[in-house]
């Protein structure tokens, strides 16, 4: 079955960087559209970013030119780099399938906290 581990998150200063990796197993990971999602405090999981199998991406409109995700194949991975972070960017992240009505087996998620 398929498995998502995300890894990454860390406590970082507003306007600081960090990437997100998430490694993905038992799926033909080439063949599949990914998406990154996130969850504040309070709030329901929304999808942030996705990559289609042929590296297409899409965005939220309120994290265009911020976050930027992609891809390694070789790797079976997928990343989120995050630039300009802000406090209203403090969430759990997941990564899984792009297409919300096939996600499944949420991983643990990595926690980003952006904070003085």
């Known amino acids: 079955q398929v498995q998502f581990v995300e890894s990454g998150g860390d406590l970082v200063q507003p306007g600081g960087s960090l990437r997100l990796s998430c490694a993905v197993s038992?799926?033909?990971?080439?063949?599949?559209?990914m998406g990154w999602y996130r969850q504040a405090p309070g709030k329901q999981r929304e999808l942030v970013a996705t990559?289609?199998?042929?590296?297409?991406?899409n965005y939220v409109d309120s994290l265009k030119g911020r976050f930027t995700i992609s891809r390694d194949n070789a790797k079976n991975t997928v990343y989120l780099q995050m630039n300009n972070l802000k406090p209203e960017d403090t969430a759990v992240y997941y990564c899984?399938?792009?297409?919300?009505?096939?996600?499944?087996?949420w991983g643990q998620g990595t926690q980003v906290t952006v904070s003085s």
């Open positions: 899984n399938f792009a297409n919300v009505l096939i996600v499944s087996n």
């Open positions: 038992g799926i033909i990971f080439k063949a599949n559209n």
């Open positions: 990559i289609t199998n042929t590296g297409a991406t």
